[in-house]
Structure formats: structure tokens, C-alpha cells
């Protein structure tokens, strides 16, 4: 029952969210540095309505893994945040984004624990590039601090790169008044 509870309430959000008119859609791979001794490679995605001018609500998941002497590692990393537009020009928007990045990580070498449970603040920065009214390419960088057992102070860097498709023809969130 627990297993399909957080699944079913992504889902939901996801089509509350895609309701909205000006929402976007992510999509993108990310390379996630836990304590910075592994690299999971992870694709991820994330919903994006966007909830002011230049700045969207951004609800995100990913699933990363990495194998170490053939015993594979997990990660679930879900991103609730938000996301702050600074427009530079017509097709080019950096990007400032905060939140909590709550994650699940389990496998047989998981610091001898077969599951932890992280939870913390992220801040990152990123930039977008308009390809097409309804299409931009992203690269984003974020810097974690996670809390949990046994090492407590946890930190992380996620480096991603993917598209953003957005429903609406108009222009790209950053460019909304």
C-alpha cells in the first residue's frame, strides 16, 4: 500500500498541475555526486506551473543508479522548489532555484545500511535556451545538504542538462506578465 502511495500522489499533482494553462514539462539526465564519492546517473523529470511572473513551482523526480563491484546502488530523489526566471534576452533565461530534495537511497553497499532516508535544502542555477516557442534546452547545477543517518551531514552536487516543453504557444515563462 505505501509502495503505491507516493506514486499515485505524483500522479496526481502531475494532471492538477498540467490543468493549469501555463505549465511545463521537463525532462532531462542528471549526474548526482552523493558525499562525493559516487556518481548515479539518473534521468528525471519535473512539472512546472508556472505560479508568478518569472517564477514556476517545480515538482521533480528522478531515478539514479550506480553500480559498484557489481552490486547496484539506487536513488530516488523527489524535488519540490521553486524556480526564479531572470530573462537576459528573448530566448536566453538564467535560472535561480530553491526547495527541499527529499531521497531514498538503498542497495547492498548503501554505507552498510540497506536503506537511507536524506532530506534537505537545495539551491542551484541554471540557464535556458529558447529552441522553439514551445521548447527550450537546459542546463542546471545544485548544491545539496541532506540530513540523515549514519553520516547526518550529507552534501551533494546534481548536474542536469534535458529539454522543457511548455503547453502554451506564448512565450516562455520569464517573458509572461
Not at 526564479?84 to 527529499?102: H, K, M, Q
Not at 541554471?126 to 547526518?152: E, Y
Request: proline share 7%; charged share 10%; hydrophobic share 50%.
Amino acid at each position: 500500500m505505501k509502495t503505491k502511495l507516493l506514486p499515485a500522489i505524483l500522479v496526481l499533482l502531475a494532471l492538477g498541475t498540467a490543468a493549469h494553462a501555463e505549465t511545463g514539462f521537463q525532462a532531462g539526465v542528471t549526474l548526482d555526486f552523493l558525499n562525493y564519492e559516487n556518481a548515479f546517473i539518473a534521468p528525471a523529470f519535473s512539472v512546472q506551473p508556472v505560479i508568478a511572473k518569472d517564477m514556476e513551482l517545480d515538482l521533480g523526480m528522478a531515478f539514479g543508479i550506480y553500480v559498484l563491484e557489481g552490486h547496484p546502488r539506487f536513488k530516488v530523489p523527489l524535488k519540490v522548489g521553486f524556480n526564479f526566471l531572470f530573462t537576459v534576452a528573448p530566448a536566453i533565461s538564467p535560472i535561480l532555484s530553491i526547495g527541499v530534495l527529499p531521497q531514498i537511497v538503498w542497495g547492498e553497499t548503501t554505507f552498510y545500511q540497506p536503506t537511507l532516508f536524506l532530506i534537505g535544502p537545495y539551491i542551484g542555477g541554471g540557464i535556458r535556451f529558447q529552441l522553439h516557442p514551445l521548447m527550450s534546452w537546459f542546463v542546471d547545477v545544485q548544491q545539496t545538504l541532506l540530513i540523515g543517518a549514519p553520516k547526518w551531514i550529507n552534501t551533494g552536487t546534481r548536474i542536469g542538462t534535458g529539454m522543457q516543453f511548455r503547453l502554451d504557444a506564448a512565450a516562455p515563462a520569464s517573458a509572461k506578465e
